[in-house]
Antibody, heavy 123, light 105 residues
């Protein structure tokens, strides 16, 4: 059974940094591209970042490019999102998501989701 | 970016009803569309991919269809656990984009 458990959310001030983690289990983590998808309060879902199964490629939404960095540790089955220069509009629940594609990039179909971790950016 | 227009945003229904949710893609996306369900306190769940293929374990009362650039999610004989928010998402063109969501209450 696929499990994705996010952690690291909290309340931070604008301009500061935060690092999210996602512990994955129940599947071969190193064979799947992974994503972060967020949902701001009262808003729809928004894709944030993707990383290839082997970590060789990363892609970002324009809204976070240059501020967020996605990474992974396949030896520890863990996905990360380093967030810098946080803005009030980054306030959202951040979900860790498994891509359907196996060992061949990403198809951007989000097959399995974590429950999410809440990030609140407020002064 | 591909714009996904989802309607309605709110749908009132009763147990046993058949409900329909629609997404329109602009420009077109072939059949590369997925539907997701969000229930309070739970992780989002993928229901349908490639417009009409049910994910493993998803009840057969859920179905998806496509007509041109219009996509439809139909829930037949609504069950209590189906009251949730449903979102469509295109994965034809980067970046992937979602519809605004439909709350079934």
């Amino acid at each position: 059974q696929v499990q994705l458990v996010e952690s690291g959310g909290g309340v931070v001030q604008p301009g500061t940094s935060l690092r999210l983690s996602c512990a994955a289990s129940g599947f071969t983590f190193s064979r799947h591209a992974m994503h972060w998808v967020r949902q701001a309060p009262g808003k729809g879902l928004e894709w944030v970042a993707a990383i290839w199964h082997d970590g060789t490629k990363e892609y970002y939404a324009d809204s976070v490019k240059g501020r967020f960095t996605v990474s992974r540790d396949n030896s520890k089955n863990t996905l990360f999102l380093q967030m810098q220069s946080l803005r009030v509009e980054d306030t959202a629940v951040y979900h860790c998501v498994r891509d359907w594609q196996i060992a061949a990039g990403a198809i951007y179909y989000f097959e399995d989701w974590g429950q999410g971790t809440l990030v609140t950016v407020s002064s | 970016d591909i714009q996904m227009t989802q309607s309605p945003s709110l749908l009132s229904a009763s147990v046993g009803d058949t409900v329909t949710i629609t997404c329109r893609a602009s420009p077109g996306i072939g059949n590369w569309l997925a539907w997701y369900q969000q229930r309070p306190g739970r992780a989002p769940r993928s229901l349908i991919y490639a417009s009409s293929t049910l994910e493993s374990g998803v009840p057969s009362r859920f179905s998806g269809s496509i007509s041109g650039t219009n996509f439809t999610l139909t829930i037949s004989s609504l069950q209590p656990e189906d009251f949730a928010i449903y979102s469509c998402q295109q994965y034809d063109t980067f970046p992937p984009t979602f519809g605004g969501g439909t709350k079934v209450e």
